[in-house]
Each structure stands twice: as C-alpha cells, then as structure tokens.
Nanobody, 127 residues
Framework: QVQLVNSGGGLVQPGGSLRLSCTASGYNLNYYAIGWFRQAPGKEREGIACIGASGSSRNYVDSVKGRFSISRDDAKMTVYLQMNSLKSEDTAIYYC????????????????????WGQGTQVTVSS
C-alpha cells in the first residue's frame, strides 16, 4: 500500500512561487506514475500535471504550462510541483496521486485513474 503525504502549501502573493512535495512510503515510488490535482471551492477536482514512472514523460494542462514544473527524486521517494508566477485562480487544495498502471499522457490526468492519494495541501494566492 502506497502512502502519500503532501506538503509545501501556504499563502503567497500573486506572482510568487511555491514548491509542493509529495513523499511516499510503503513501496518503491519508482514504478508509479504521479499526478497532481487541485480542487477549488465549489469545483471539481482537476488534473493539472503528471510525470511517468522513472520520469519517462511529463505533461501539463494549458492553464499551468510554462509556470508549473513537475519533477521526481525517486531516491527520496518524493515528487515535486514547482509553481511559479502564481495567480489568484491557482488557489485550491492540491493533491498528489499515484498509480502503478496509469500512463502520463498529454491529455489531463483523470482522478478516477489514480489509486493512491495524498491528504492535500492548501495553496492560497492573494495579496
């Protein structure tokens, strides 16, 4: 059973940066694709980025492309989401998720395809 812990959220001004972490335990993260999702109040949980097993592929939705960057350090069992040029519309709870079978494709990651989830971390972008 893979267990994921999200961290790194907080309050940041528009234009600022945050780095979210997703740290795994219980299994070798190297074999799992990781997706990042977010959920704003009153909205559906949306997939925004993914990275394939061993970093084989990386994909982003248009709303974060060029501003967010996903990376993984399998030795530390951690996946990162570097978020730059943050906007108020990025305010949401951010979750990471892992799955052994899913592929990281150019289409947005879908929450139903991921089996293991972190607890989420709040990101608030406000002046």
């Amino acid at each position: 059973q893979v267990q994921l812990v999200n961290s790194g959220g907080g309050l940041v001004q528009p234009g600022g940066s945050l780095r979210l972490s997703c740290t795994a335990s219980g299994y070798n993260l190297n074999y799992y694709a990781i997706g990042w999702f977010r959920q704003a109040p009153g909205k559906e949980r949306e997939g925004i980025a993914c990275i394939g097993a061993s970093g084989s592929s990386r994909n982003y939705v248009d709303s974060v492309k060029g501003r967010f960057s996903i990376s993984r350090d399998d030795a530390k069992m951690t996946v990162y989401l570097q978020m730059n040029s943050l906007k108020s519309e990025d305010t949401a709870i951010y979750y990471c998720a892992a799955d052994f079978e899913v592929l990281c494709l150019p289409s947005p990651p879908h929450k139903d395809d991921y089996q293991f989830w972190g607890q989420g971390t709040q990101v608030t972008v406000s002046s």
